[in-house]
């Protein structure tokens, strides 16, 4: 990890006051210790691009990286110049910053009634950004994680609660991001008050629907970029899971909480978490379950992810044929709508060559992807997306918007990701002419009106 210069916190506050964003974004990786590599890897974009931005060689006026910056460097969107606040914001240890957290912080004996009103208008200001910003899919994930939840009659039945996770999952699984955003709040929020209120097997029923409401938080914060948030999410749903008592809602909270852990560079501790979990599963008996058998596959799978990410191909490839093997004792055939079959583990196998640096190799089982073994449209846009990385990655750029077009059209929600809409501009603004489609592309990608979404 980077070590932050002592002088950084003044260095930083300079670039802020002139708005130097390239320097702006170069101080606050230094700042969290940050790789260029560490913050592609987050962005899912290439160290490269990372370089490209801090000196200025790419203009740093795309709203979707913007955001997507300020998420992943834990910085106010103001900083970029996203906001206007009024004044220039003031990076942390700043004299006016600290000061303000001192008299936050205390009340001294002489205080005037002045500063106490002031002090009382800024924490006013705070809720109220809070209120506004639940508009917004980060929003709502940010109230539903942030703010107590007022308390509810526990007069949900388990199964009411039931119904409405089945609906959440279907808004999932069909990327409806903003209406799952709406619906995750009061779900967790009613699962949350019956796990309180109920007793014996009941209880434990609601923990792991309780878990598997946090696992939904966590992926869609995911896919909002706030990994901070999904971790966040990932540890709340591994701790109701642990007290259900139910298998398979552990395995797929320690999942999330594993990707959440890879996306902070800590790729050696999620593998460690992922193999140990599926070692538990005991998927290799006879009579094991599909249900089981399933998340076995899908731990190996993205434990061969991390490890490719890691740079470790070996692992990486033991880990993923170990899947495949398994994976053959599942249905041919879909089933359920969020089934795993051999088709979603030759969707890993794009992302693991793509990390690995051989976009050739990812985009040869790319071509070998049954798209009919992809339940859903959420399943099938990330497909597409891969697809479009790894062509991006081997320099076609024509083909890589083909894909994304693609992508747009099975679930459209998908493509204004903000990682998405990064590589969308990476392509954007890459050397060479740019077509009418990948301009309108851009154009639709960072629109969040209707319906407001990232």
Request: aromatic fraction near 4%.
């Given at each position: 990890?980077?070590?932050?210069?002592?002088?950084?916190?003044?260095?930083?506050?300079?670039?802020?006051?002139?708005?130097?964003?390239?320097?702006?974004?170069?101080?606050?990786?230094?700042?969290?210790?940050?790789?260029?590599?560490?913050?592609?890897?987050?962005?899912?974009?290439?160290?490269?691009?990372?370089?490209?931005?801090?000196?200025?060689?790419?203009?740093?006026?795309?709203?979707?990286?913007?955001?997507?910056?300020?998420?992943?460097?834990?910085?106010?969107?103001?900083?970029?110049?996203?906001?206007?606040?009024?004044?220039?914001?003031?990076?942390?240890?700043?004299?006016?910053?600290?000061?303000?957290?001192?008299?936050?912080?205390?009340?001294?004996?002489?205080?005037?009634?002045?500063?106490?009103?002031?002090?009382?208008?800024?924490?006013?200001?705070?809720?109220?950004?809070?209120?506004?910003?639940?508009?917004?899919?980060?929003?709502?994930?940010?109230?539903?994680?942030?703010?107590?939840?007022?308390?509810?009659?526990?007069?949900?039945?388990?199964?009411?609660?039931?119904?409405?996770?089945?609906?959440?999952?279907?808004?999932?699984?069909?990327?409806?991001?903003?209406?799952?955003?709406?619906?995750?709040?009061?779900?967790?929020?009613?699962?949350?008050?019956?796990?309180?209120?109920?007793?014996?097997?009941?209880?434990?029923?609601?923990?792991?629907?309780?878990?598997?409401?946090?696992?939904?938080?966590?992926?869609?914060?995911?896919?909002?970029?706030?990994?901070?948030?999904?971790?966040?999410?990932?540890?709340?749903?591994?701790?109701?899971?642990?007290?259900?008592?139910?298998?398979?809602?552990?395995?797929?909270?320690?999942?999330?909480?594993?990707?959440?852990?890879?996306?902070?560079?800590?790729?050696?501790?999620?593998?460690?978490?992922?193999?140990?979990?599926?070692?538990?599963?005991?998927?290799?008996?006879?009579?094991?379950?599909?249900?089981?058998?399933?998340?076995?596959?899908?731990?190996?799978?993205?434990?061969?992810?991390?490890?490719?990410?890691?740079?470790?191909?070996?692992?990486?490839?033991?880990?993923?044929?170990?899947?495949?093997?398994?994976?053959?004792?599942?249905?041919?055939?879909?089933?359920?709508?969020?089934?795993?079959?051999v088709a979603t583990v030759a969707t890993f196998r794009i992302d693991i060559h793509h990390a690995l640096g051989d976009p050739q190799t990812a985009?040869?089982?790319?071509?070998?992807?049954?798209?009919?073994?992809?339940?859903?449209?959420?399943?099938?846009?990330?497909?597409?997306?891969?697809?479009?990385?790894?062509?991006?990655?081997?320099?076609?750029?024509?083909?890589?918007?083909?894909?994304?077009?693609?992508?747009?059209?099975?679930?459209?929600?998908?493509?204004?990701?903000?990682?998405?809409?990064?590589?969308?501009?990476?392509?954007?603004?890459?050397?060479?002419?740019?077509?009418?489609?990948?301009?309108?592309?851009?154009?639709?990608?960072?629109?969040?009106?209707?319906?407001?979404?990232?």
């Open positions: 990890m980077l070590e932050a210069p002592a002088h950084l916190a003044a260095e930083l506050r300079t670039a802020v006051e002139a708005s130097d964003f390239p320097r702006i974004v170069r101080l606050a990786r230094w700042r969290a210790g940050l790789t260029q590599q560490q913050l592609g890897a987050q962005m899912n974009i290439s160290a490269a691009t990372i370089s490209r931005l801090e000196t200025g060689r790419q203009p740093l006026h795309d709203i979707a990286i913007l955001r997507t910056l300020a998420t992943a460097l834990e910085i106010t969107p103001a900083w970029l110049g996203l906001a206007d606040p009024g004044s220039p914001p003031t990076p942390p240890g700043s004299r006016s910053s600290a000061g303000a957290a001192r008299r936050v912080a205390t009340t001294s004996a002489g205080e005037d009634q002045e500063d106490h009103v002031k002090r009382r208008q800024f924490l006013v200001a705070g809720t109220a950004f809070l209120t506004t910003a639940s508009d917004t899919i980060t929003g709502r994930i940010e109230q539903l994680l942030t703010i107590p939840s007022t308390p509810t009659p526990a007069t949900a039945s388990l199964t009411g609660l039931q119904t409405q996770l089945g609906r959440a999952r279907s808004a999932m699984a069909s990327a409806h991001y903003t209406r799952l955003s709406a619906m995750l709040p009061p779900l967790v929020q009613t699962a949350e008050a019956a796990a309180t209120a109920a007793a014996g097997h009941d209880r434990d029923r609601i923990h792991a629907l309780l878990a598997s409401a946090y696992v939904l938080t966590a992926e869609l914060a995911t896919k909002a970029g706030g990994d901070g948030m999904a971790w966040v999410a990932a540890d709340r749903g591994l701790r109701a899971a642990r007290t259900s008592g139910d298998v398979l809602a552990v395995t797929a909270a320690a999942r999330r909480v594993a990707i959440s852990m890879r996306r902070q560079g800590r790729h050696a501790a999620a593998t460690g978490l992922l193999a140990d979990t599926a070692s538990r599963l005991d998927a290799d008996r006879g009579d094991a379950v599909p249900d089981v058998v399933s998340g076995y596959v899908t731990l190996l799978c993205t434990a061969a992810y991390a490890s490719a990410q890691a740079g470790n191909a070996s692992q990486a490839e033991d880990y993923i044929r170990e899947a495949e093997r398994a994976a053959t004792r599942l249905p041919a055939s879909v089933t359920d709508v969020s089934a795993v079959t985009l040869a089982h790319a071509h070998g992807v049954d798209l009919n073994l992809l339940g859903t449209p959420e399943q099938r846009a990330r497909y597409w997306i891969d697809t479009a990385r790894a062509w991006h990655t081997h320099g076609d750029r024509e083909r890589a918007v083909d894909a994304l077009l693609s992508a747009e059209r099975t679930a459209p929600e998908e493509v204004r990701r903000p990682s998405v809409a990064a590589l969308i501009s990476t392509l954007r603004y890459a050397p060479g002419p740019v077509s009418s489609a990948l301009h309108a592309l851009a154009a639709r990608a960072t629109t969040t009106s209707p319906p407001r979404s990232f």
